[in-house]
């Protein structure tokens, strides 16, 4: 049964092209409203957040200084910007966490207006007083999501603290992990449009790793992108939703 799972998923464009692939899905006419408001989401966020974390960076780096000697302080020149790029991307990780949660719901509707446009078949009606007594749900599997995420994501980051060795391999396996569960937050809003358990959706993606890791890895990398990572999460959702109809809807509706 998994052998043919595996054969029957199997399609020679990567991840990576779908989330490409995204980025002209978020044009299309019909599709547009559904992407604004995210997007919107994003930028508000962005801007208020990464204003407050600038002026604490300031603090930061006037802390640090206050205790170096005269003649070294030359090094406010090399603390700025690394501590600008430190920001930039700590903050990629928990503004997508955050944007996430805020526009789970609206996500979903852009996932079912996507998966209309490529195959035409609408998910069943639903009136807004369905829409939003299903909200507790939808933020449940977020909340599922951030389960799964946090204790791994912990044991990664105590890795940091051994020298070198551990350092490399925590940066290493940290980018891996970050791209997982990117795959996993967007592939997640068409899977569950359709109910699926989300143990359920977690093992389709193992069948499919090469693809969701090289979906994942390409969005992490644009999350850390100033001003494309506001546009990244409507994007990533657009491209997952062709993937899953591309790759997963035929096998898993089937049964």
């Given amino acids: ?120 078949e609408p998910l069943p009606d639903a009136s807004l007083a369905e829409v939003v007594k299903d909200m507790p749900r939808v933020f449940g599997r977020e909340w599922a999501k951030l389960k799964y995420c946090l204790p791994r994501a912990i044991g990664f980051l105590l890795l940091f603290l051994v020298p070198v060795i551990g350092q490399t391999l925590g940066a290493v396996l940290w980018f891996l992990f970050g791209a997982w569960m990117m795959a996993i937050q967007y592939l997640d809003y068409p899977f569950d449009n359709h109910k699926i358990p989300f143990e359920d959706m977690k093992m389709a993606l193992k069948y499919q790793r090469s693809a969701s890791f090289s979906f994942g890895m390409l969005a992490t990398v644009l999350a850390m992108v100033p001003i494309v990572n506001l546009i990244v999460m409507p994007v990533a959702v657009c491209g997952a939703t062709a993937m899953w109809v591309e790759r997963f809807r035929p096998h898993l509706l089937r049964r």
């Fill in 1 to 120: 049964m998994h052998r043919q799972w595996r054969c029957s998923l199997a399609h020679p464009v990567s991840g990576a092209h779908y989330l490409m692939r995204g980025f002209s899905l978020i044009q299309e006419k019909g599709l547009r409203r559904f992407v604004l408001f995210p997007l919107l989401v994003n930028l508000l966020l962005f801007a208020g957040a990464f204003t407050w974390l600038m002026f604490r960076l300031g603090d930061l780096v006037d802390y640090v200084l206050s205790y170096l000697p005269g003649w070294l302080e030359w090094l406010e020149y090399l603390i700025w910007p690394l501590g600008v790029v430190a920001v930039l991307v700590v903050f990629s990780f928990i503004f997508s966490a955050l944007a996430n949660w805020i526009a789970a719901p609206f996500n979903g509707l852009l996932a079912e207006r996507v998966e209309l446009m490529l195959t035409g």
